[in-house]
Nanobody, 119 residues
């Protein structure tokens, strides 16, 4: 699948943003992928922020638990990351990732979207 991420921007501390990741592909291909959002801050390694399986199970990095929510809408071929109570340390480029349920070697990345939390 090809992934298109959007929704980043500049927000003040305590604010909210919602990122979207839309997949292109035929049939129900999106529904067969586990989805995740990673982030990479300047000078740091890329890290997992949140993930959701094809069945809807989720997991979160400790740093974002209780503030971020990952969801998916298979009818729209889209995964979302709702980010609330944003902190300056959430500033990063956010990337969406799709991994095929049966073929984990089939992994796709979207182009990153910048999230900047600053007053």
């Amino acid at each position: 699948v090809q992934l298109q991420a959007s929704g980043g921007g500049l927000v003040q501390p305590g604010g909210s943003l919602r990122l979207s990741c839309t997949a292109s592909g035929s049939g129900n291909i999106f529904a067969l992928h586990n989805m995740a959002w990673y982030r990479q801050a300047p000078g740091k390694q890329r890290e997992l922020a949140a993930a959701i399986t094809t069945g809807g199970s989720t997991n979160y990095a400790d740093a974002v638990k209780g503030r971020f929510t990952i969801t998916r809408d298979n009818a729209k071929n889209t995964a979302y990351l709702q980010m609330n109570s944003l902190k300056p340390e959430d500033t990063a480029v956010y990337y969406c990732n799709a991994v095929h349920l049966i073929r984990p070697d089939l992994s796709s990345w979207g182009r990153g979207t910048q999230v900047t939390v600053s007053s």
